[in-house]
């Protein structure tokens, strides 16, 4: 039977992000107070697990590093028909960038043990640096195929998918055990259902801490993170709109003043 890894990352509700308010000192987005919500891609990494479970049969384990309320979107997950939910929560794993962010996770992941794929997000919906799902995979030694919007072969140990580029997409074949990113595109995630409810009501969740993961502190969360955001500043960008009358050659000519005026042009 398959054994997937799903990534989950609970972020603050869309809806709450207007009140979000940076911590002064940490630098880094509040989540104990805060609505959180299962991060948007993640559904669709989390729906390809379930269609593959459906179809061929598979083994669903999702893991999120977070704080205790997090434990509610592992729950959601559960659910939505994972088999095993582990919450890895600790307060040393606070305050983590990417980096540390994927070692957790590649720490849970080996902890696991056997497994033939590990799905992530393209990205998240708060920190968006698209770089945990190919970190992860250096740190758990396996191959990666990020962006995907497509599984196209899914049989036996290697799977052949589509993957954005720019303007269209590549075909990759990739042999298992890989880490592979997922796009919006890859399909519609589904909706909790009652019976699947209903049915959660009997998965307890596992939480591991610093010590079930066997890291050291200060190798994780805001200790074990190389970049630290030291300042996060909103742009406002200012566009005026001004109208030129006139014919078009007198519109030429008021333009040309006005980038020499504005020293964009000589
Ligand atoms: C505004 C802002 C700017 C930031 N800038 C940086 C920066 O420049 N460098 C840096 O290293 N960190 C940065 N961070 C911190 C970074 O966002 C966090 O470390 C975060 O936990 C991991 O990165 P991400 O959200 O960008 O993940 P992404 O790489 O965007 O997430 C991709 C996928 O990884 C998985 N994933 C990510 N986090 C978790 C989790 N906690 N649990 C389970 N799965 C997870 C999910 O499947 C997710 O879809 C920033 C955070 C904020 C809010």
Request: proline share 5%.
């Amino acid at each position: 039977m398959l054994r997937i890894i799903v990534c989950v990352k609970a972020v603050p509700e869309s809806k709450a992000a207007e009140s979000l308010k940076i911590d002064p000192v940490t630098k880094s987005l509040p989540r104990l107070d805060i609505p959180l919500e299962i991060n948007p891609l993640d559904r669709n990494a989390l729906e390809v697990a379930l269609q593959l479970k459906e179809g061929s049969g598979a083994h669903i384990t999702v893991i999120s590093m977070g704080p205790p309320p997090a434990g509610d979107i592992v729950k959601e997950c559960l659910a939505l028909g994972a088999d095993k939910g582990i919450l890895l929560s600790d307060p040393a794993f606070a305050g983590a960038d990417a980096y540390a962010t994927a070692l957790t996770l590649a720490k849970a992941v080996k902890k696991i043990g056997e497994v033939d794929v590990v799905l992530c997000g393209r990205a998240s919906s708060d920190g968006a640096t698209e770089w945990v799902g190919p970190e992860l995979a250096v740190f758990v030694d396996m191959p990666i195929v990020t962006m995907v919007r497509e599984f196209v072969k899914t049989d036996g140990k290697n799977w052949v998918v589509k993957a954005d580029i720019e303007n269209g997409y590549r075909l990759v074949q990739a042999a298992l055990p890989t880490v592979f990113t997922v796009t919006q595109d890859a399909n519609t995630p589904r909706t909790l259902s009652f019976s699947g409810i209903i049915k959660s009501r009997k998965k307890e969740i596992t939480t591991w801490g610093l010590n079930d993961l066997g890291v050291l502190e200060d190798s994780v969360g805001l200790k074990g993170s190389p970049t630290i955001v030291s300042k996060l500043a909103y742009v406002e960008s200012k566009r005026e709109c001004e109208f030129i009358d006139g014919t078009l050659e007198e519109k030429v000519d008021q333009l040309i003043n006005k980038l020499v005026e504005a020293g964009v042009a000589s």
